[in-house]
């Protein structure tokens, strides 16, 4: 039985009443680390710009604690070219203070299963390196290590290399695939 003093971590779809925390979350990540190369930080009308980007084809979903959302995973184009349209790029954030606790594992728990039942047969992600969590968030998962990039990003003053991983969502098959939804 669930344990009513411990809060319980909630993962539904992304709303556009999640674009302003999705944000603040981000925000950090942009302006203080390398562990993404955008260097400017969306706003929240961006922000909600592209959760309803990635809803159409893809997910977005958020990670609530106590009715406050503290992380977001999102999945988009791995590439804009047609024969990649089965693969999909995932990646997930987290408030700081909310790291740690399970809610990686509980988003990707939701993601991932979402793109399989829309048709989707490759999850791939890239990290900036060194990234313990990430790594270990996604092997935790079943991804594999298929690539690194060394000193491909420049980013607060140095070079930055980047891993690439990869997670089969289906299993690998020959023939014509069916549909995405
Ligand atoms: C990466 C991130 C999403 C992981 O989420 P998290 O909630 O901290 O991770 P979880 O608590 O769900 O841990 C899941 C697994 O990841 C691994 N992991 C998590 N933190 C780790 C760390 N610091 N070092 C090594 N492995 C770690 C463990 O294998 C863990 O397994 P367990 O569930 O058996 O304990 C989160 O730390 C984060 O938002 N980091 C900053 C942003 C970022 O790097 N995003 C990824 C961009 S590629």
Same mark, same amino acid.
């Given at each position: 039985m669930s344990d009513p003093t411990v809060p319980a971590l909630l993962v539904r779809d992304a709303t556009p009443d999640d674009a302003a925390a999705c944000a603040r979350i981000y925000a950090p990540y942009v302006t203080d =680390? $390398?562990? =993404?190369?955008? #260097?400017v930080a969306p706003t929240a009308d961006e922000m909600g710009r592209r959760i309803a980007e990635a809803q159409v084809r893809h997910a977005w979903m958020t990670l609530e604690l106590d009715h406050t959302t503290v992380g977001y995973a999102y999945a988009g184009p791995f #590439?804009? &070219?047609? $024969?990649? &349209?089965w693969a999909a790029e995932v990646s997930v954030y987290l408030d700081s203070a909310h790291r740690g606790r399970g809610g990686g594992r509980a988003l990707y728990g939701a993601l991932l299963p979402r793109l399989a039942d829309r048709g989707f047969r490759i999850a791939a992600a890239c990290m900036t390196l060194p990234n313990d969590a990430s790594l270990g968030l996604h092997e935790a998962l079943g991804f594999e290590r298929v690539a690194t990039f060394a000193d491909i990003g420049w980013k607060l003053g140095r070079w930055h290399s980047t891993a690439w991983l990869q997670k089969r969502l289906a299993p690998a098959a020959e023939g014509e695939p069916a549909d995405l939804t």
């Open positions: =680390t $390398a562990i =993404t190369f955008e #260097s #590439s804009g &070219r047609d $024969a990649y &349209r």
